[in-house]
């Protein structure tokens, strides 16, 4: 790899990037419980819970997509010393932003 001092702060940004792609889907699943308990309580109008529910499982899908990319790429950084591509990574992060 590259500099000592470049090769931390990869690892820094990649590991903060897991860490926030973590908290995304961590939030996901429990706005997708919290959408549960809602319509199972009546707090969420007949009309509106399967839009609601599939709403919120789509949220969770890609947080759980997203949270598999980054981890793969931490991954194999740590492990096999692979930089990843930033200008990539920052195109296909625009491209794939939700609804």
Known sequence: MGSPSLDRKVFDRWRQR????????????????????????????V???????????????????EYSKVLRIFTDLVVNGTIPDEAEWMKTQQQILPE
């Open 18 to 45: 897991l860490n926030d792609a973590n908290l995304r889907l961590d939030f996901s699943r429990n706005f997708l419980k919290e959408v549960q308990r809602d319509s199972a309580a009546g707090g969420i109008p």
């Open 47 to 65: 009309p509106d819970q399967h839009y609601a529910y599939r709403k919120a499982l789509r949220a969770e899908r890609f947080a759980l997509a």
